[in-house]
């Protein structure tokens, strides 16, 4: 009965921790991770969950009654086993107990408790909210006051506009050094002309370039005003330099022209005799588009204005001009006073392959008289080449001009030149000398007929230098120069002139500095 006491109270106390084991959960895993590492919340685990103790009697314990004895006896061995299964269940519990404390502590110390979730959640709100108000009222800002620009830029967007008119100013200076072979060196001053560039509106721009010469003469180059029409549009009117081949309009400028070209018979061979390098008086209609969804460009111009003419010298008998003033090209080619009362009309087509750094065009000008009293009249015709990509730049150009002179003289004059020009500036090399230095040459050739260079009279001839005289003349140019940053300049040259039938001696070494400002 003793043994069957101590059976039934070892039972309740199972039955107790079992209940106890299925409420309390799984100690962490930290109890068994050492010290400073990270402590996960454990999952329950059942390898925490003590194996089932069988609480039926062994069989040998319980003796089945029988008639001969009437009270059996207990198993005392078995005694020690069952006391020592209790001893380890209570200590089973209360390591239970001790979990159960370190999980609620560490859970109470955790970061992410509901007190301080709370926090942080509140914080973040906060934030957000004052993150949203500064996003309104930079927007708000934005809307009353615009962008944050400088005051003179800001201006330009007020909806009340503004009192001022954006202007720009550029322009060149070249000065530079020219010896003849037969004449002794002198330094030239080339020119000087700031251009004035007035945006009135996003359609219409004025443009105006002064040239301050040589003992303070001014001319103006270019005197006009563009009217924006539309993207393939613009019309101009007013004083325009003519746009006869590539170098009168594009290239005749001492920064971008690769050989010195104000120093006296420094431009090309056909822009001195052949081609006027000329501006009209008059209106203008240029553009250009692509033709369809071809890479090619087409451009074009078109005009009309006083042509170019000439007065003769008062001694002339007769209001008859001489040789020296027909052949005179360069003496004939303002147009600010239309002393014949005739029109000039001219154009030019060009086709670019801009990708390709290509372009070919074809400029035409026919002149009335202009000579006044006289119906003599002149035209030209001109082709051009151009090539500009990476290191390379190349122009060509042929010039054609019909002089009638019927009413002075036998023949009419027939003047045709040519120039081609290569450059070559290795801008790839490491070194900054060669990679800023440009090698150059060029070659010339002017021919004429109806003029004869023997009936010129020397004591009247008009020309600046002997390259200037209209005769036979081939001609090589070599130069090198250094450019210090992309608008300035420093050019050398030697220039040789070989005329077969009237030799003049007339080689010319220059230097020019330009500066494109």
Do not use: C
Not at 160 to 189: C, D, M
Not at 444 to 451: E, M, V
Request: negative net charge; hydrophobic residues 40%; charged residues 15%.
């Amino acid at each position: 009965m003793q043994a069957n006491r101590y059976l039934m109270f070892a039972g309740l106390l199972l039955l107790g921790s079992s209940a106890a084991f299925a409420q309390a959960p799984d100690p962490p895993e930290d109890i068994w991770r050492p010290s400073g590492a990270a402590k996960p919340i454990p999952n329950p685990s059942p390898l925490l969950v003590p194996p089932p103790v069988d609480l039926s009697p062994p069989a040998a314990t319980i003796a089945t009654p029988s008639p001969l004895t009437t009270m059996p006896m207990p198993q005392v061995a078995e005694q020690p086993d069952v006391m020592k299964q209790i001893e380890i269940l209570s200590k089973q519990i209360e390591t239970q107990q001790k979990m159960i404390q370190l999980l609620r502590d560490q859970m109470q110390n955790l970061p992410g408790g509901s007190d301080a979730q709370a926090v942080r959640s509140a914080q973040r709100d906060l934030e957000l909210s004052h993150a949203i108000d500064n996003i309104v009222e930079h927007q708000d800002s934005m809307e009353r006051y615009g962008p944050n620009l400088p005051a003179q830029v800001k201006e330009l967007f007020l909806p009340s506009g503004n009192s001022e008119t954006p202007l720009t100013i550029a322009g060149a200076l070249a000065v530079g050094y020219s010896a003849f072979q037969s004449k002794a060196g002198a330094f030239y001053y080339g020119e000087f002309s700031p251009d004035f560039f007035v945006k009135l509106n996003d359609w219409i721009l004025l443009e105006a370039e002064i040239g301050i010469g040589s003992g303070g003469a001014v001319s103006n180059t270019f005197l006009q005003a563009d009217f924006i029409a539309a993207d393939w549009l613009t019309i101009i009117g007013g004083k325009f330099v003519a746009p006869i081949g590539f170098y009168n309009e594009r290239l005749n400028n001492p920064w971008i022209n690769k050989l010195p070209g104000d120093a006296g018979g420094s431009a090309p061979l056909p822009w001195l005799q052949v081609l006027p390098a000329t501006q009209i008086l008059g209106l203008q209609a240029r553009g250009s588009f692509y033709l369809g969804k071809s890479p090619f460009k087409l451009e074009y111009a078109g005009y009309f204005g006083n042509g170019l003419n000439f007065t003769p010298a008062p001694t002339d008998p007769g209001g008859i001009p001489t040789l020296n003033e027909l052949s005179n090209l360069e003496g004939m080619t303002s147009t600010d006073v239309n002393v014949t009362g005739s029109l000039a009309f001219g154009g030019r087509l060009g086709l670019w392959y801009p990708e390709a750094g290509l372009e070919i065009g074809l400029s035409g000008l026919y002149n009335g008289p202009y000579v006044a009293g006289f119906t003599d009249s002149l035209a030209l015709w001109a082709a051009d080449v151009n090539y500009h990509k990476g290191d390379w730049d190349v122009r060509a150009e042929y010039g054609m001009t019909h002089q009638q002179t019927q009413g002075f003289l036998p023949v009419g004059i027939i003047r045709q030149g040519v120039w081609a020009q290569i450059a070559y500036r290795p801008r790839d090399l490491e070194a900054r000398f060669l990679r800023n230095t440009e090698f150059v040459y060029r070659f010339g050739y002017n021919d004429f007929a109806g003029i004869d260079p023997t009936k010129f009279d020397p004591a009247t001839l008009p020309f600046g230098t002997p390259v200037d005289e209209p005769v036979q003349r081939f001609q090589h140019e070599f130069g090198i120069n250094y450019y210090f940053y992309p608008r300035m300049v420093l050019k050398f040259a030697y220039q040789v002139n070989i005329e077969p039938t009237f030799p003049l001696h007339d080689n010319q070494f220059m230097t020019e500095l330009a500066w494109g400002w």
